[in-house]
């Protein structure tokens, strides 16, 4: 069964740095996502991306977060200048629809920064 | 603005005792629901949603408008049901773009 796959798994970074979190969807879906659960607390929606805009986003997703489908595999989160506040799970998404279907989730990235 | 509260974050039961997973929400529109479950070591999947009424390993959800409720429940909890579980909304209505709402989550352990 094809699954959504994120690299890597674990990242260190220290404050300030530039992140780039990959993920690979499933191949024959149109839309993505990225959520983040910082420890202890509930999954949070990050952003949507569907034909390669962005469709929605949070508030947390400032102007330092950015996204993008460089190809037609790929899909990647940006953190610009990292804070420790952004040290988080940070899960990619895919799903044929954007509405009412299954969303397929990755593992996660497990950010760390220090 | 939409939210989903899940009031317990532990449950505990043992094993063929049954099991609710209580579940409440706030949205104005229409709103689409689902639990999704994480098992230990495993990534967050989709146990069910209730536009599909369907029971899965046992569970169903039913969708209380007037409560705004969608509890989770299993008649005789199993070992392997043991994990985290999260109740999520989506907008269902009008644009959509698929925005997961989640819950805090309930972790369930089942005792032999």
């Known amino acids: 069964e094809p699954e959504v796959t994120q690299t890597p798994s674990h990242q260190v970074t220290q404050m300030g740095q530039e992140v780039i979190l990959r993920c690979v969807p499933i191949?024959?879906?149109?839309?993505f996502y990225w959520y983040r659960q910082i420890l202890g607390q509930k999954v949070e929606f990050l952003v949507s991306?569907?034909?390669?805009?962005?469709?929605?986003k949070s508030e947390i997703f400032d102007d330092q977060f950015s996204v993008e489908r460089p190809d037609g595999s790929n899909f990647t989160l940006k953190i610009r200048s990292t804070k420790l506040e952004d040290s988080a799970m940070y899960f990619c998404?895919?799903?044929?629809?954007?509405?009412?279907?299954?969303?397929?989730f990755g593992p996660g990235t497990r950010l760390t920064v220090t | 603005a939409q939210r989903v509260t899940q009031p317990e974050k532990l449950l505990s039961v043992f094993k063929g005792a049954p099991v609710e997973l209580k579940c409440n929400y706030s949205?104005?529109?229409?709103?689409?629901l689902f639990w999704y479950v994480q098992y230990s070591r495993q990534r967050l999947q989709l146990l069910l949603r209730h536009i599909s009424r369907e029971s899965i390993k046992g569970f169903t959800a039913d969708l209380n408008k007037g409560e705004t409720s969608f509890h989770l429940k299993k008649p005789f909890a199993q070992e392997e049901d043991s994990a985290m579980y999260y109740c999520a909304l989506i907008n269902a209505g009008g644009t959509s773009y698929g925005k997961l709402t989640f819950g805090q989550g309930t972790i369930l352990t089942v005792h032999p």
């Open positions: 991306f569907y034909n390669n805009e962005i469709s929605e």
């Open positions: 998404a895919s799903s044929f629809s954007g509405s009412v279907y299954e969303q397929y």
């Open positions: 191949s024959n879906h149109l839309y």
């Open positions: 949205y104005s529109g229409s709103p689409e």
